[in-house]
């Protein structure tokens, strides 16, 4: 188990909810948290009763919602400049505009659930000015999603969380990846409509 | 926001049932294909469900982390609260608001070694308590 997490899990048991609404929202504003094992972890937590279930869960899906809308507003009012302080290039944002403006609503729901892209996405969409309306959409289903999975999953797994981990982790991303393999199949099929 | 949901209720609906092929397709592996499961996993999922919220025993003690706390291990085990303290001679004031690891670190003693005292110890007295 890598630092980071063991110290997180430590912190989760020293300061209980502080902890955790802090690591939630560093992870989704820009930290490379496992906020997923956090969200595992504090599942089988609550199974001990060390957590509130759920409260933990409703708290979890706000506090994640406002660190994505925190980085959303943050580029989309200041633009550049925010891009500039963390060292993103205009140019690489404007490449990666088409793909996105075609798959916002899929990127932005997947990105919440599997892999580390979620922040990155959140300033991507404000920088485009991507609606408000489907930003909170798909930000709320996607945290909806993982929040819920892998808060059940944790809970159910109880005291042998950590020994299934691995496998859940995997579960998730392969399911992740079908969703988006799927719109793609989708999007394709409509453009060779258009087309023909 | 008519136009918004008119623009995005097809990829809503299309998410929804991506997720539910999705879920009727691994359902249907799992029915027709038992091969394709893993060995024993449903077995293990529910032997792990019913412990989650069961007694652990003394072959439990496996379990015990140094990221864990003494509180929490204590909480976890059942143990008396000062039990762990008088075995491994705790003299430190955060006791057991403390992680096994930083307790090690704190009075300069090896990580592993302290979190092999703590598993023989719960190890002990839950087989006492057995």
Wanted: hydrophobic share 50%.
């Amino acid at each position: 188990m890598d630092y980071i997490l063991a110290t997180a899990l430590s912190y989760l048991l020293l300061y209980k909810y502080v902890a955790f609404l802090t690591l939630i929202f560093l992870g989704s504003f820009i930290l490379p948290l496992p906020d997923n094992l956090i969200l595992l972890a504090t599942g089988a937590f609550a199974s001990q009763g060390i957590f509130n279930f759920p409260l933990t869960i409703i708290l979890a899906i706000v506090v994640a919602m406002a660190s994505d809308i925190l980085g959303y507003v943050l580029t989309r009012k200041y633009g550049i400049a925010v891009l500039k302080m963390l060292h993103i290039k205009e140019s690489h944002v404007t490449k990666v505009h088409r793909y996105v403006n075609d798959y916002t609503g899929i990127t932005i729901f997947i990105t919440r659930i599997a892999g580390p892209f979620g922040p990155a996405v959140n300033f991507l969409a404000g920088f485009l000015k991507v609606s408000w309306q489907k930003f909170l959409l798909f930000d709320f289903l996607g945290n909806l999603v993982d929040i819920v999975v892998y808060m059940v999953a944790g809970y159910i797994l109880g005291n042998y969380w950590l020994d299934y981990s691995g496998q859940i982790g995997t579960i998730v991303a392969v399911l992740g990846s079908a969703i988006l393999i799927i719109f793609v199949v989708i999007h394709l099929y409509n453009n060779r409509k258009k087309i023909k | 926001m008519k136009d918004f949901w008119s623009k995005n209720v097809k990829k809503l609906v299309a998410l929804i049932v991506a997720i539910a092929v999705i879920a009727g397709v691994l359902s249907v592996v799992h029915h027709y294909f038992p091969q394709a499961r893993p060995a024993g996993l449903s077995h293990r999922l529910l032997q792990a469900f019913q412990n989650s919220h069961g007694n652990l025993t003394a072959a439990d003690s496996g379990l015990i982390r140094s990221w864990m706390t003494f509180d929490y291990v204590n909480k976890l085990f059942k143990l008396p609260a000062d039990y762990l303290s008088g075995q491994l001679v705790i003299s430190d004031t955060h006791y057991p608001n403390i992680s096994i690891r930083t307790y090690a670190k704190n009075s300069h003693l090896n990580e592993s070694v302290v979190l092999g005292e703590v598993e023989q110890d719960v190890r002990s007295y839950m087989l006492r308590a057995q």
